[in-house]
């Protein structure tokens, strides 16, 4: 059956902390791989992380934390891949991360392959490594071929397997995997899924990371204006045709941005039947 994720935010006050874990304990009913954390900019949620990164190893599931590089020194990531690694964490999803606004670049990284590349000689095998990839062009990205690169080397400098950033169209994703194959990629691609939670929120940051959202259901979800109920339902059909396409395509797996909520989630999972 075929594999699937989870991503988790750290909550920032006890009442998110106490929701997440009831969001949790609904959501392992997918019976998940793996759950990731997310790291905040230059690290700045990095206790919290790891907390929660705990907390979901305790209640039996692999936890996998997300470790970003930017602004950090050799020295700094030696000592949180040792906690991690003490913690029994033995998978990491490594990013560049980005700086908090008004700092200048700072560190020792300034490339995820960077990272990966030093994870590999620290730790050798201890923890399999995830990666970030662009089946729309990162935002940042010079050209597409360029993008394509960056993964590329990624890749060769030790990841196992890479997780993409959403999207909406399942040509992007395929073209992407095709293209990667091409230039020498042979780790699974697993396809990051975001549930349609909130119309608004999801347009704002679609905009800002570079997910495009397609004209059409743009439209419909400003058509539904403040009709939550509706955007829902019209959100679970439109993601969940999405996993069909890509299961059929040959996806190794589905990896869902909870946005720590469980409701979508489910309902996604319940339309495309029992993935695992």
Not at 13 to 32: D, H, M, N, S, V
Not at 92 to 116: K, N, T
Not at 216 to 233: K, N, T, V
Request: proline content about 5%; glycine content about 10%; overall charge neutral.
């Amino acid at each position: 059956m075929l594999p699937i994720s989870l991503e988790f935010f750290p909550p920032k006050t006890p009442e998110g902390a106490e929701k997440l874990r009831a969001a949790r304990q609904e959501l392992y009913a997918l019976q998940p791989e793996f759950c990731s954390v997310t790291y905040g900019a230059g690290g700045s949620t990095h206790a919290g992380t790891f907390t929660t990164v705990g907390e979901i190893l305790a209640e039996g599931v692999e936890a996998a934390s997300h470790f970003s590089c930017i602004g950090a020194t050799r020295a700094k990531v030696c000592d949180q891949l040792a906690q991690l690694k003490a913690m029994g964490v033995k998978r990491l999803v490594a990013l560049r991360g980005d700086l908090p606004s008004g700092y200048g670049i700072g560190g020792e990284f300034h490339y995820a392959s960077e990272l990966v590349e030093y994870i590999r000689t620290e730790c050798g095998k201890d923890f399999r490594i995830e990666v970030a990839c662009y089946p729309e062009v990162h935002p940042q990205a010079k050209s597409p071929q360029a993008d394509l690169q960056a993964f590329a080397t990624k890749v060769k400098a030790g990841a196992d397997s890479a997780i993409t950033q959403y999207f909406y169209n399942s040509d992007a994703y395929f073209r992407f995997v095709e293209e990667a194959h091409k230039a020498g990629v042979r780790v699974p691609v697993v396809p990051g899924i975001m549930p349609i939670i909130n119309s608004s929120q999801l347009l704002r940051f679609s905009d800002s990371c570079g997910a495009e959202v397609p004209r059409w259901i743009r439209l419909r979800l400003q058509s539904f204006g403040d009709d939550s109920a509706s955007i829902r339902a019209f959100g679970v059909d439109v993601v969940a045709d999405l996993c069909e396409r890509l299961i059929r395509g040959g996806a190794p797996g589905l990896h869902f941005y909870t946005m720590n909520q469980a409701a979508a989630t489910l309902a996604v999972a319940g339309q495309i039947g029992t993935v695992r």
